[in-house]
């Protein structure tokens, strides 16, 4: 098995997380994880009355004033959300070519032509009588938005109004960012290269030198971006509408419970051989569950496989769902080895750190417990999907630090007390998958002790 893993699955997916792109988007992926919670953690104040309803009165004299205020924390994260990852993967994907690729192209550059590229292709236009202008809701869609309170679904002077903002400045546009930031940089990275920027002496300052090295990529980026939305616009649609379709398609297959149990799958056949698998797999899994986080808080969208659905109720206690095998560890174990890890074990595993069990068990290259390091996070996986698409837990609308230990990051993440006992469920199931595997590999490694005790006092 571990060498099926090593020719099948370890090569191709090493080489696709090397890929200058693919690091940049784990980047800017982890860039962006403060915000979501910093925003979360503002949302959970506001509905907490709706979760302990001995609050209203509380709320009903004091931070019901000042809801609106706070509330702009939550907006400046989640409704802008594409904007983070814009800039993350700009800075880092100009930065990994800058440093390993010797090219003099600089982040900050990368980053404002990116920016610049990505405000040419967001507005949305219409083709009247021959002529581009810029889409407008009419004026019977406007009074009645007026009338109701909120602007929410129009289009104002080509840009796509929400409930917080501008529409596709959110979740929805994350992909795009991914698409802009990497044909920007590319166009920069290519300019300079090809050397079709304007050089100026030496004695110029660098700020003004850097300026003019930018002035031929943005007018390329215009150029292009004019052609794009001008062809597009021709066939009755633009550069997001065309890109929604097949990016919609594949966050609908990870979202679905077959593609969650293939994440799951392949995360922890690459562990089996010693790779972070969470982080590879993570490049493309984390932006479909941040997008699925925001449309459940913005939309009311009842997504699963959503903000930190994997730490909440899939691996509790690390990769594998390893919580209840470190306390089988601690109570239960007769070797000696076991013991020491499950002491080492112990206070990690309620935050979802692993390591010394990984490794130390170990896990990786251990044919004792790769069955259950695979099957315990699918089994898990499919308790939790089955009860937060039933509507039997509240899907996940707060994103909690990952480092939460058991039941409080299911708890925060839905704010739903049946969520702490999916959690402990979940770690349950885990723990009777683990739990036979435990004892024999227990039971070996204690004989073993036990012949050595027997050699050396033989020999004493």
């Known amino acids: ?74 907006s400046a994260s989640m409704s802008i959300l594409s904007i983070y990852f814009l800039i993350g993967i700009s800075f880092e994907y100009t930065r990994i070519w800058a440093d390993e690729e010797d090219v003099d192209i600089k982040p900050l550059n990368g980053v404002l032509l990116t920016i610049f590229m990505y405000f040419m292709m967001m507005p949305q236009l219409d083709i009247v009588d021959g002529n581009f202008v810029m889409a407008e809701s009419d004026a019977d869609a406007v009074n009645a938005a007026l009338e109701a ?13 929400s409930a917080s903002g501008i529409g596709r400045m959110g979740s929805s546009g994350i992909f795009q960012a991914i698409i802009i930031a990497w044909l920007a940089v590319t166009i920069y990275k290519t300019c300079v290269q090809k050397n079709i920027v304007i050089k100026l002496p030496d004695v110029v300052p660098d700020g003004v030198a850097r300026s003019f090295t930018s002035l031929v990529p943005a007018t390329f980026i215009a150029l292009i971006s ?6 597009l616009n021709m066939t009755g649609y633009d550069f997001y509408e065309i890109l929604s379709v097949p990016f919609g398609f594949v966050t609908n297959l990870v979202g679905s419970l077959g593609g969650v149990i293939v994440i799951e799958l392949l995360i922890h056949l690459l562990w089996l051989v010693g790779i972070h698998g969470a982080s590879i797999i993570g490049a493309f899994s984390d932006p479909i569950a941040l997008i699925n986080f925001a449309q459940n808080v913005d939309e009311g969208a009842k997504n699963v496989f959503a903000g930190q659905f994997q730490n909440a109720f ?20 007769k070797s000696e080895q076991l013991k020491a890890i499950g002491r080492a074990e112990i206070a990690p595993a309620f935050f979802n750190i692993n390591e010394p069990i990984l490794f130390g ?33 509240t899907p996940i609308i707060a994103n909690a630090p990952w480092c939460t230990p058991i039941g409080v990051c299911a708890f925060l993440s839905t704010m739903d007390w049946k969520s702490i006992i999916l959690a402990f469920l979940c770690a349950a199931v885990a723990t009777a998958i683990y739990f036979p595997f435990f004892k024999r590999y227990d039971a070996e490694l204690y004989a073993e002790e036990q012949e050595i005790a027997a050699a050396e006092a033989a020999e004493a």
């Open 1 to 74: 098995m571990f060498e099926w893993i090593e020719k099948n699955l370890m090569g191709p997916m090493q080489k696709f997380a090397s890929y200058k792109m693919v690091r940049a988007i784990q980047a800017a992926g982890m860039s962006s994880i403060a915000f979501t919670i910093v925003g979360s953690a503002f949302l959970i104040i506001a509905i907490l009355p709706q979760v302990f309803p001995f609050l209203t009165g509380i709320y009903a004299v004091s931070l019901d004033h000042i809801t609106n205020l706070y509330s702009i924390a939550n």
């Open 149 to 161: 309170g909120s602007l929410s679904g129009l289009k104002v002077a080509g840009w796509d109004i």
């Open 226 to 231: 004019m052609v794009l939305q001008g062809v």
């Open 314 to 333: 899939v691996i509790i206690g690390g990769s594998g769902a390893t919580f209840g095998l470190t306390l089988c560890m601690f109570f239960l174990a």
């Open 361 to 393: 068990l170990p896990i990786v290259y251990n044919p004792n417990m790769a069955i259950p390091f695979f099957l315990a996070p699918m089994a898990t996986a499919c308790i939790a999907y089955l009860a937060i698409s039933t509507g039997i837990v």
